[in-house]
T-cell receptor, first 114, second 110 residues
Framework: AQSVTQLDSQVPVFEEAPVELRCNYS??????LFWYVQYPNQGLQLLLK??????LVKGINGFEAEFNKSQTSFHLRKPSVHISDTAEYFC????????????FGTGTRLKVLA | EAQVTQNPRYLITVTGKKLTVTCSQN?????MSWYRQDPGLGLRQIYY???????DKGDVPEGYKVSRKEKRNFPLILESPSPNQTSLYFC?????????FGQGTRLTVV
């Protein structure tokens, strides 16, 4: 079985400051890792994904994440946030083989302040 | 364009009145899933389908039914809704390396 932990339920940050949203996972099998973003009143949109290869993954809107296998982490970063980045962010994992079931974290609400 | 279409977007209903939330995808995916999103709990899987006529329970299936008569459609059925089913619901169509989500259905049961 897999589990995903997002320790920060809310993260306030000033505009143009850097931000890191933390994600840790637990799994007995190899997994793919994902970050999704949910803007107000919208569905989930894929930000980035790690399938294999380079552990530094770049996504849309200037976000990036680093897969750390030894620490079972997949933290999301952005060097300079904008007001428009205000949203809820979900980390998720899915086993590489077998089931297509996604396991989500509880989400982190990013609030960018002017 | 890859698309998952859910309807309705918003629904207010009364306890016990049967309802169906529709979901359709245009990517020819075999795997589809329903999730509910509740504050502080993230997304939890209700039911999933691995192919036509193949469905199975997820983590929170109580009070829900699904059907998969054709590959593109995967409706969620609440035969007797209760207030604890008030939630935000998402349909997902799952490809080999990415899940695509609908816009969500915000359901309120009074």
């Amino acid at each position: 079985a897999q589990s995903v932990t997002q320790l920060d339920s809310q993260v306030p940050v000033f505009e143009e400051a850097p931000v890191e949203l933390r994600c840790n996972y637990s799994s007995s099998v190899s997994v793919y890792l994902f970050w999704y973003v949910q803007y107000p009143n919208q569905g989930l949109q894929l930000l980035l994904k790690y399938l294999s290869g380079s552990t530094l993954v770049k996504g849309i809107n200037g976000f990036e994440a680093e897969f750390n296998k030894s620490q079972t982490s997949f933290h999301l970063r952005k060097p300079s946030v904008h007001i428009s980045d205000t949203a809820e962010y979900f980390c998720a994992v899915r086993p590489v083989s077998g089931t297509y079931k996604y396991i989500f974290g509880t989400g982190t609400r990013l609030k960018v302040l002017a | 364009e890859a698309q998952v279409t859910q309807n309705p977007r918003y629904l207010i209903t009364v306890t016990g009145k049967k309802l169906t939330v529709t979901c359709s995808q245009n990517m020819n995916h075999e795997y589809m899933s329903w999730y509910r999103q509740d504050p502080g709990l993230g997304l939890r899987q209700i039911y999933y389908s691995m192919n036509v006529e193949v469905t199975d329970k997820g983590d929170v299936p109580e009070g829900y039914k699904v059907s998969r008569k054709e590959k593109r459609n995967f409706p969620l059925i609440l035969e007797s809704p209760s207030p604890n089913q008030t939630s935000l619901y998402f349909c997902a169509s799952i490809g080999s390396t990415e899940a695509f989500f609908g816009q969500g259905t915000r359901l309120t049961v009074v």
